[in-house]
């Protein structure tokens, strides 16, 4: 059986404890190749260029 909390949680702690769960937005920024805007660490879907070489061929099925 597994251990369960001693006490209710009142609103005001639980409002306390889940302060920091919420949701922050995805950052994006430009290609350099081709300007459109991507996913940092992530190949470009425009033009499929990564850390300054082509590494996915676009408009092929591998790409999608």
Do not use: D, F
Request: proline share 9%; aromatic share 4%.
């Amino acid at each position: 059986m597994a251990p369960l909390p001693k006490r209710k949680r009142s609103k005001s702690s639980k409002g306390h404890h889940k302060s920091h769960n919420a949701l922050s937005p995805v950052s994006m920024g430009n290609c350099p190749n081709c300007g459109s805007v991507k996913a940092p660490h992530r190949a470009c879907q425009a033009c499929g260029y990564y850390n300054g070489r082509q590494v996915i061929k676009v408009g092929t099925p591998e790409a999608e």
